[in-house]
């Protein structure tokens, strides 16, 4: 499924003032140990604490007025389902989430907290798809899935624009990127770094890396190893 550059430029205009634009920190003891300067990018600071919430909103935020009235269903045990539940109540929408029995607690309360109705399923019996599909079906809400939809990655792809533009207010060029990989991961990473490219002088060489790191540990960041010649 193709996305450009240009798809996340214009999702990043949709969630400006919207998202929060997560900080990249630092750790000086880090820095000592792998002999580089690296920064994190905190993306456990976005709103439900996850990137998923950007690309909720992209997707809900772009509905036609009819879509809007039907609302939205979606299938997740977390993340994805709070993002939507948010962007959802953000943006005055019905929302309902297909979410597992055997899903966290705090992320079933989150869910139903931001106000989205959850249909729970046997994950061993029944079919989370077949379930969205039904309810989409009898309902008219527009089914949104986690990925394999442009407008959800284009918004989770700017979670790596910040990152990047973050690094070049400071004057630094990333040689090494590290990114969590997964279903839902934000592989935007390389395409925007290359893209992007020309529009500022290149200090050194980029790798990207898909590094399995846990969600879970690492609290959803994109991790940036950077050189530059001239900075300490």
């Not at 036609?64 to 979606?74: I, K, P, W, Y």
């Not at 379930?131 to 959800?152: K, N, R």
């Not at 400071?170 to 997964?182: A, Y």
């Amino acid at each position: 499924m193709p996305i450009t550059l240009q798809d996340i430029i214009d999702a990043a205009s949709r969630l400006e003032g919207v998202a929060v634009r997560t900080p990249l920190l630092t750790s000086p003891e880090l820095d000592r140990r792998l002999g580089a300067r690296v920064f994190l990018k905190a993306e456990n600071l976005q709103h439900v604490g996850a990137f998923k919430f950007r690309g909720a909103y992209n997707r809900l935020v772009q509905l036609t007025a009819e879509e809007h009235a039907r609302g939205v269903v979606a299938f997740s045990s977390g993340n994805h389902a709070q993002g939507i539940a948010y962007a959802a109540r953000l943006l005055g929408m019905k929302a309902t989430i297909v979410m597992p029995t055997d899903a966290p607690l705090i992320k079933r309360e989150g869910t139903e907290a931001l106000g989205a109705a959850v249909r729970a399923y046997d994950r061993k019996t029944e079919s989370r798809e077949e379930i969205a599909a039904e309810i989409a079906d009898y309902s008219g809400a527009v089914l949104v899935p986690a990925f394999d939809d442009v407008a959800v990655m284009a918004g989770q792809g700017t979670c790596a624009l910040e990152m990047v533009q973050q690094l070049r207010e400071r004057g630094w060029e990333p040689d090494l990127v590290l990114s969590p990989v997964g279903p839902t991961a934000d592989v935007s990473v390389p395409e925007i770094v290359h893209d992007t490219a020309g529009q500022v002088p290149q200090t050194g060489l980029l790798a990207f890396v898909r590094a399995e790191l846990s969600e879970k540990k690492l609290g959803s960041v994109v991790t940036s190893v950077t050189h530059h010649p001239d900075k300490s």
